[in-house]
């Protein structure tokens, strides 16, 4: 069965940050510090998916969705991030999970989507190799409870722009700038990841999956410094998260001056490289890179111009998918596993979001011109359900297929809403 699903993210959506229970995380932290997030919204509310949770199940199930992709707050089940477990916390989520079944949409939690608890932020977050060990145990625990009904998971999403906004640049919680420094979060997730692998596997998990946000890097030009740039980004962004968990090995990082990674342990990369029961890419944009500018990073962003763009300023450029998909099989082979598109969308403002209903038509058309060349593509997720807390923008940029008033909460399904049950519709 084809997975027509939306997504979202608990931090985003849930609200109720000190509820039954619930630890503080990064994002809490990080939300509530002067000069963080636009206009110093928080997601303390957010869109009260904690409480309206109902509402929002059925209108996935009007839509005539057969997925539902959702993260699991971490503190909200583990306060601390370890030991003690929060039973409100779980039982939350397992009402999530019963309603949607009894209404065949089918559970794909995600169990890491940025807001680690503060508590493991405090013992040094992702730079601290023992947070692998405790996000394991963390997955047997959610899994332990929902197995039984969720057969698919996914470990992580979007390791790279956790570890880039997070801990490289700053932007995002827990707020450090280390730029290359920061690159033990990139490897303790992975290892977390393989490690969860491992626990979901022991509790009875059917499909593990994780979740990678990927690019088509564009060289500025033909020429060798704008090659060589490209081929620097796309191991930072792309080869970085996905040759460990396809190869069992890291691309060549000399162009970083690094001839080893020097935080990678013997016997590491054999557990990063469980084998996996399908990849999960979230694609929004391509990258054009030109050669090194003026900080010490071996290439410059470069932007990508001719294309129309969203509220947010992002390139819409649907061919892009079709290519990223295409080149994943040519790098990978046999070793890419069936991929699930698990994020694509865009942000516009209004409830008759016609631009919406025309970004999705393209990308869509655009995996499956991928499909017809031969990329095992199993499922395709639309970010996101509702208009929610986009990170460091606050609330000032509306993805979802349903408007929200944050002043009141009442959902509005959208334009791009009744265009995708339409189209769902007719699928059969």
Not at 111 to 126: S, T
Not at 199 to 207: D, P, S
Not at 320 to 327: D, N, Y
Not at 360 to 388: C, K, P, T
Request: proline content about 6%; aromatic content about 12%.
């Amino acid at each position: 069965m084809f997975l027509w699903g939306t997504a979202t993210a608990s931090y985003q959506i849930e609200g109720a940050a000190h509820e039954d229970g619930k630890g503080p995380s990064i994002w809490d932290a990080f939300s509530h510090e002067p000069g963080r997030i636009r206009d110093g919204h928080t997601g303390d509310v957010a869109c009260d998916h904690y409480h309206r949770w109902p509402e929002d199940v059925a209108l996935m199930a009007e839509a005539g969705l057969n997925a539902y992709r959702f993260s699991i707050s971490w503190p909200r089940v583990q306060p601390s991030g370890r030991g003690a477990v929060n039973a409100a916390g779980l039982d939350f989520y397992d009402r999530l999970v019963d309603a949607l079944c009894e209404k065949g949409i089918a559970p794909t939690p995600t169990l890491f989507h940025w807001d680690l608890p503060q508590a493991l932020e405090d013992e040094g977050g992702w730079l601290n190799r023992d947070v692998s060990a405790y996000f394991a145990d963390y997955a047997a625990v959610v899994a332990d409870r929902l197995s039984d009904r969720v057969t698919t998971w996914i470990t992580l999403n979007e390791p790279f722009i956790h570890m880039v906004f997070g801990y490289g640049l700053g932007i995002h919680a827990p707020g450090k700038a280390l730029f290359l420094d920061a690159l033990p979060a990139a490897h303790h997730q992975l290892l977390a990841h393989g490690l969860a692998v491992q626990a979901l596997r022991g509790v009875g998990a059917e499909r593990v999956l994780i979740t990678n946000n990927c690019t088509p890097v564009w060289p500025a030009s033909d020429s060798t410094e704008d090659l060589a740039a490209a081929e620097a980004y796309d191991t930072l962004h792309n080869r970085l998260f996905n040759d460990p968990l396809l190869l069992s090995a890291y691309p060549d990082f000399s162009a970083y001056g690094m001839a080893e990674l020097d935080f990678v342990r013997t016997g590491d990369l054999e557990i990063i490289a469980q084998p996996l029961d399908g990849l999960g890419i979230n694609y929004y944009n391509p990258t054009r890179i030109a050669g090194p500018g003026s900080d010490s990073l071996p290439f410059t962003d470069a932007g990508v111009t001719g294309y129309p763009t969203t509220a947010f300023g992002w390139p819409v450029v649907p061919d892009g998918l079709c290519e990223l998909l295409v080149s994943l099989k040519t790098r990978y082979g046999t070793a890419l596993p069936p991929v699930y598109i698990t994020e694509n969308g865009c942000s516009y403002e209004g409830v008759d979001d016609r631009a919406r209903i025309e970004y999705l038509d393209g990308h869509i058309a655009a995996m499956r011109r991928a499909q017809a060349e031969g990329v095992d593509v199993r499922g395709y997720f639309v970010w996101s359900l509702l208009d929610n807390f986009e990170w460091a923008e606050g609330y000032h940029q509306r993805f979802g297929l349903v408007h929200v008033d944050f002043d009141t909460q009442e959902r509005t399904p959208k334009a791009s809403y009744h265009w995708l049950r339409e189209f769902l519709a007719k699928q059969g």
